[in-house]
């Protein structure tokens, strides 16, 4: 099992940038991708972005291509995802998730609690 916990989240202006963290700790040698989604109020769960164990494979949701980079160090055992050009449409609980699988899933995958981003207008 792997505990994964957010940080970052908050309320910022559009325009704004927020960086958010997730840290993860126990057995973290059976995870590979790690990914970052989020969820809306009365909206499905989406991708946002997704990165490969080894870092070099990239993966973004259309709606932030550009705006959002997701990173990881795996010595620190943290991916992170930098927001920038931040919408009033960005506004949602971001949630971690790591991959338990070479292949990214999210059927066998860990989950974190959530950080909130609260974009205003």
């Known amino acids: 099992q792997v505990q994964l916990v957010e940080s970052g989240g908050g309320l910022v202006q559009a325009g704004g940038s927020l960086r958010l963290s997730c840290a993860a700790s126990?057995?973290?040698?059976?995870?590979?991708?790690m990914g970052w989604f989020r969820q809306a109020p009365g909206k499905e769960r989406e991708f946002v972005a997704r990165?490969?164990?080894?870092?070099?494979?990239?993966v973004y949701a259309d709606s932030v291509k550009g705006r959002f980079t997701i990173s990881r160090d795996n010595a620190k055992n943290t991916v992170y995802l930098q927001m920038n050009s931040l919408k009033p449409e960005d506004t949602a609980t971001y949630h971690c998730?790591?991959?338990?699988?070479?292949?990214?899933?999210?059927?066998?995958?860990?989950w974190g609690q959530g950080t909130q981003v609260t974009v205003s207008s």
């Open positions: 126990g057995r973290t040698d059976s995870m590979y991708g």
């Open positions: 998730v790591a991959s338990k699988r070479v292949v990214f899933t999210t059927q066998y995958a860990d």
């Open positions: 990165i490969s164990r080894s870092g070099l494979n990239l």
